[in-house]
């Protein structure tokens, strides 16, 4: 049988059966070792992975364990909130944020 895997994360997961239809929306990370797919339920769960993604030096791995910590709250934060969120997380990753 031919096909691909998907990379899937709680809540994510939640309610997704093995054999059954599901539609996701999905990232897919091309690297020079090959390629991941990663899939939401939620839209907007897979927008903010792609705008942690825009951080330098964070990769699929890195914002998928942000985003199992902090479910939910981008969705209330005002867009000024999450551009300062995002300028501290690339000083923490830089290792220049005091």
């Known amino acids: ?9 709680t809540p994510t997961s ?6 059954r239809e599901a539609t996701l ?7 020079q070792d090959g390629m991941d797919l990663y ?12 705008l942690l993604l825009t951080v330098s030096g964070v990769g699929p791995k890195t914002a998928l364990f942000i ?5 939910r709250v981008y969705t209330y934060l005002n867009e000024k909130i999450l551009d300062r969120l995002l ?3 690339s000083l923490i ?3 220049r944020y005091r």
Request: proline fraction near 7%.
């Open 1 to 9: 049988m031919a096909g691909f895997g998907v990379f899937v994360c």
């Open 14 to 19: 939640e309610g997704l059966s093995p054999g």
């Open 25 to 31: 929306a999905t990232h897919l990370a091309v690297k």
């Open 39 to 50: 899939g939401f339920k939620d839209p907007a769960d897979r927008d903010f992975l792609e």
């Open 67 to 71: 985003l199992r910590r902090a479910p």
């Open 87 to 89: 300028i501290r997380l």
């Open 93 to 95: 990753l830089s290792g």
